[in-house]
């Protein structure tokens, strides 16, 4: 999993004593300094597993695509452990969908006017947690 950590660099700064005076400190000593602190930031997995999103995609944008002529996909509450196997388009028509992709801990979640686009070889598990219907689209390489 990738993730950035950040934290201030210092070269070197002033500290106050307890007396009437400053005294120089470096940042490579082993001091600890109240009111630093690393900040860990995790990328969004959209972007780790390269899944385009779209949110609340126009009626223009739709017919741009050809949506309504992709087919329709149904399924009630289940899990489903999937992979794809060309780079696929999905329209949430209903329903939310739970993806956590192979390996990871997190999930992204997708909602009923959302378009995505699922890369080739990604692998992940599927949550419904009640009705949902999509449409999709397989896509070859280049397509757009």
Do not use: H
């Not at 969004?44 to 992709?70: C, D, F, H, I, T």
């Not at 999905?90 to 006017?113: H, K, L, N, Q």
């Amino acid at each position: 999993m990738a993730c950035l950590i950040m934290a201030p660099t210092f070269g070197c700064f002033l500290t106050k004593r307890s007396g009437n005076g400053y005294k120089k400190s470096n940042a490579s000593s082993a001091t600890t300094y109240p009111g630093i602190k690393a900040m860990r930031m995790q990328k969004p997995l959209e972007e780790l597993y390269n899944v385009r999103v779209e949110r609340k995609v126009s009626p223009e944008r739709l017919a741009e695509l050809g949506v309504s002529k992709w087919s329709i996909w149904k399924t009630g509450k289940c899990k489903l452990p999937w992979d794809w196997q060309v780079d696929q388009l999905v329209y949430i028509e209903e329903g939310e969908v739970r993806v956590v992709p192979e390996g990871s801990e997190r999930f992204m979640r997708f909602v009923a006017g959302d378009l995505i686009r699922y890369p080739k070889w990604f692998e992940a598990d599927l949550f419904f947690n009640d009705f949902y219907q999509e449409r999709y689209s397989f896509r070859a390489y280049g397509d757009d």
